[in-house]
């Protein structure tokens, strides 16, 4: 089965400056999670959505970080504008359901450097 | 609220060797999940091994083997007769059972395996 794709897989800008990112899922997976990577961390959720419903979005910066899930499949996860805390790996990552037997799936992320 | 401690930021071991990475958790639920998942330099995160609370055998996949202690609320990993490929970073999670809400990971540890 295709894996999560996630694009850009390297962006650079400008602090104030804005970026979107995309996560595909994979097919059938209902269940779909955003996690900010900062340097030497471990992933930090920022946002899971239950089809293109939003369960979690307790650690989303609201005032700068927005997304959204069209027709429960596709995601972006949009920063405007950004800082330079914001300098990171977002990984995107799905899976079938909330079970602990249902494993999460992972992109290979998009590492973000604000300059 | 549950935290998770990896108190070993780096680890090396010489190929063919065993070594064991820790893990301590902080909770006060009885039914939860603790993982270990595996980051190599593509960033994808790869599920390693999972263990439920419930059970008191530990995980086994191959080379991979847990020492699940719940009293302590300690989860080590540990990986036997070592390769160059288990070179990553290795994440330690928790995660709520009956719960949607996503994992809490560690900080993680950075394995190097030397020839």
């Known amino acids: 089965e295709a894996g999560v794709a996630q694009s850009p897989r390297y962006k650079i800008i400008e602090k104030r400056q804005s970026v979107a990112f995309w996560c595909n899922p994979i097919?059938?997976?209902?269940?779909l999670y955003w996690y900010q990577q900062i340097l030497g961390q471990g992933p930090k959720l920022l946002i899971q959505?239950?089809?293109?419903?939003?369960?979690?979005d307790s650690q989303l910066p609201k005032d700068r970080f927005s997304a959204e899930r069209l027709k429960g499949v596709d995601s972006t996860l949009k920063i405007q504008p950004a800082k330079l805390e914001d300098s990171a790996v977002y990984l995107c990552a799905s899976s079938f359901g909330v079970r602990p037997n249902q494993p999460q799936h992972f992109g290979d992320g998009t590492r973000l450097s604000i300059l | 609220a549950q935290t998770v401690t990896q108190s070993q930021p780096e680890m090396s071991v010489q190929e063919a060797e065993t070594v064991t990475l820790s893990c301590t958790y902080d909770t006060s639920e009885s039914d939860y999940y603790l993982f270990w998942y595996k980051q190599p330099p593509s960033r994808q995160m790869i599920l390693v091994i999972r263990q439920e609370a419930y059970k008191q055998q530990n995980a086994t996949e191959n080379r991979f083997s847990v020492n699940f202690q719940k009293a302590a609320k300690s989860f080590s990993l540990k990986i036997s007769d070592s390769q160059l490929g288990d070179a990553a970073m290795y994440f330690c999670a928790y995660k709520k059972d009956g719960s949607a809400r996503q994992l809490t990971f560690g900080s993680g540890t950075q394995l190097t395996v030397l020839p």
């Open positions: 959505f239950q089809n293109n419903g939003v369960v979690d």
């Open positions: 097919s059938g997976h209902a269940t």
